[in-house]
């Protein structure tokens, strides 16, 4: 499962060369929302991390467990116009806290290359809830966490966009992204972008 992959992350890094175990004030990890050039995109800073940083990042995480949940979600695709149509939030100790296929009453098919990548089709969703039934459980179940994706970025814009579109309050958790510790704990740079090159899991 893509959660518990994440998750097998987070122990490796810890138990990595010299982990450090105590907490920090995780600012330095923490992914901030802001606006660029007057639009509603949504952008996010990050420091550039050392792989010590990542070990440090991942032992302090798991040190302070119960404040943390693990999100990952699945979407008709990539776009600004694209949606929300499952959630999977486990606790760091992978026990699941929620699990919904979600019904996008609004769309009539699902894009080709999104049903390759996750093989959901929109006869499988007919019959599943709407974001709006189950988002107040899902409010509830994250109510005053910090959400670990990996690719936060995506996760956060496509639930904020998918709550925009059914009128639904957004999450105002603060996110924080294993992507990018994990890509400097594997340490393939990047010259392009000049930093480390993301993994794929």
């Known amino acids: 499962m893509f959660l518990g992959a994440i998750w097998l992350i987070l122990y490796c890094f810890e138990s990595s060369r010299g982990a450090v ?7 330095e990890f923490r992914f ?3 606006r660029s050039n007057g639009t509603s995109a949504r952008r996010f800073e990050r420091p550039a991390l050392s792989q010590h940083d990542s070990r440090r990042w991942a032992a302090s995480v798991l040190a302070n467990s119960s404040s ?4 990952d979600t699945e979407t008709t695709g990539l776009s600004g116009r694209d949606e929300v149509i499952e959630v999977a939030i486990i ?15 609004k769309r009539r098919k699902m894009p080709p290359d999104a049903e390759r990548i996750h093989g ?3 006869s499988f969703l007919k019959d599943k809830p709407t974001l709006e039934q189950v988002w107040p459980g899902i409010q509830a179940a994250l109510c ?10 995506f996760d956060e814009r496509l639930l904020r966009q998918t709550c925009r579109k059914y009128n639904l309050q957004p999450l105002g958790n603060r996110w924080e992204c294993a992507m990018i510790p994990y890509a400097a704990w594997v340490g393939e740079w990047n010259d392009y972008r000049n930093d480390y090159k993301w993994q794929k899991l």
């Open 21 to 27: 175990a105590e907490a920090h004030d995780y600012e």
């Open 144 to 153: 005053g966490k910090t959400l670990i994706a990996y690719n936060a970025e």
């Open 32 to 34: 901030k929302p802001r």
């Open 68 to 71: 943390y949940l693990i999100i």
């Open 91 to 105: 606790e760091m100790n992978g026990n699941k806290v929620f699990h919904s296929h979600i019904k996008p009453p």
């Open 120 to 122: 959901i089709s929109i």
